[in-house]
């Protein structure tokens, strides 16, 4: 199980773009993520999230279960699992086993809910001087340690 902590904040896409210039990315990738639901919503009220994300033809299961959500931060236990194709639904019994609740499979809600699939073309490991150059823009640290 990990623990994953991010940071979420709503910037304007020339913002975005900005903040793109002071990284240096080892490639970009493109990704799906397929999102699924048991069919109470039981999951969603508790804070429970299910998605398989597609590379290419590698599928990734990720459980992920609220540990804290403060405005921007958020931390959950994640959970990840190969997969060999896309699944229609995730089993309750896995469910169960890795959040304790009881539900029914959770099924795949992505296309159903009428809408489409979001590819996102995501950048990869920024080196540290980049971050460094990004903290620096932010005021996060001193202009000394950017030279």
């Known amino acids: 199980m990990l623990i994953e902590k991010e940071l979420k904040a709503l910037i304007s896409e020339e ?44 599928y990734l299961l990720q459980i992920k279960t609220t540990v804290l959500r403060n405005r921007g931060l958020h931390i959950k236990n994640e959970y990840q699992e190969k997969f060999n194709c896309l ?10 086993d ?4 009881e539900t029914g499979d959770a099924m795949d809600y992505s296309q159903k809910r009428g809408h489409d699939l979001v590819k996102r073309k995501v ?15 932010w005021g996060a640290v001193s202009p000394k340690v950017l030279t």
Do not use: C, Q
């Not at 890795?98 to 609740?101: E, V």
């Not at 950048?123 to 823009?137: C, I, N, Q």
């Open 15 to 58: 913002k975005y773009n900005e903040i793109l210039t002071y990284f240096t990315w080892d490639k970009a990738i493109t990704h799906t993520n397929n999102y699924y639901l048991d069919e109470k919503r039981i999951l969603k009220k508790a804070g429970v999230s299910i998605r398989v994300r597609e590379i290419g033809n590698e």
């Open 87 to 96: 699944p229609n639904a995730i089993k309750s019994k896995k469910i169960y």
């Open 98 to 101: 890795i959040t304790g609740i």
């Open 123 to 137: 950048l990869e490991k920024p080196t540290e001087s980049s971050v460094a150059r990004l903290l620096g823009v």
